[in-house]
């Protein structure tokens, strides 16, 4: 048996063999409704900075290093990202608003785009396929049909997530079994959402699968001795491996890389082998 060409083996020594339960993270990983949040949450950055005169390099340059913490924050609290745009801007000789109102202002503008889609899926102008990682629907299914128990794990606002789960007609795979940071909580902790699943269902930490598009979620699924699927989905419309996000997910230590869920049931049957 045979891995499809679209899935890069990043770690040749993989376990295979039955998996017990799956974690998801959301953004990224199944739904697509946030695509182009960093571009969003850079330029508002960048935006207060300009106001404080506090970009004295090449605009480039900054924002280069801007999008580098937001993206290795990525999976956590979107909080955190704020917190650490307030220590940059105290660095640089500024004076940092308090975190809050960044996150509030970063919101205001997501927003915008985001209820724009919500009321398309809402209205069926849009379907849910269409604003979930390919075959998202499928790789759920064929999860839930091997038996194994979903869970997802999201950085973003509790009450957001549990809303675009329903719009994604996710429900049916992942039931109620969805955790993030309820108002923006910036104590919330996927490590801990991993600890609780895998205790609580009395599964061995090599007994978990875990897809996501973050180092986050990455790193924690390693950390707890399961196997990483690292998403390094595009956006809706655009196939292939984003080629930044491969590097970042090879980086936080993915077992194996796909650009998206096209070929779920060839990867599934893969590791589901022992060879």
Known sequence: MHLPPSVELVNPGVRRGAFKVALFDFDGTLSLIR?????????????????????????????????????????????????????????????????????????????????????????????????????????????QERGVPLFVASGTDLAHVSREVELLELTPYVGGRVSAPKDNDASFRKRDVIEKVVRELGVRGEELIGFGDGVVETQEVKRAGGVAVGVASSEAGVRGVNATKRGTLIGAGADLIIPDYEHAPELLAWLWSKG
């Open 35 to 143: 695509e182009g949040w960093p571009r969003v949450m850079v330029d508002l950055m960048l935006d207060r900075l300009r106001e404080q005169r506090l970009i004295t390099e090449p605009e480039a340059e900054c924002a280069a290093h801007v999008e580098a913490f937001v993206m290795a924050l990525n999976g956590h609290p979107t909080a955190r990202q704020m917190e650490r745009f307030a220590q940059e801007v105290t660095a640089r000789g500024g004076t940092p608003a308090e975190p809050a109102a960044y996150l509030q202002q970063y919101l205001d503008a997501l927003m915008g785009v985001v209820r724009g889609r919500w009321e398309s899926l809402e209205s069926k102008r849009a379907q849910p396929s269409e604003w979930v990682v390919p075959n998202a629907h499928g790789v759920l299914r064929s999860l």
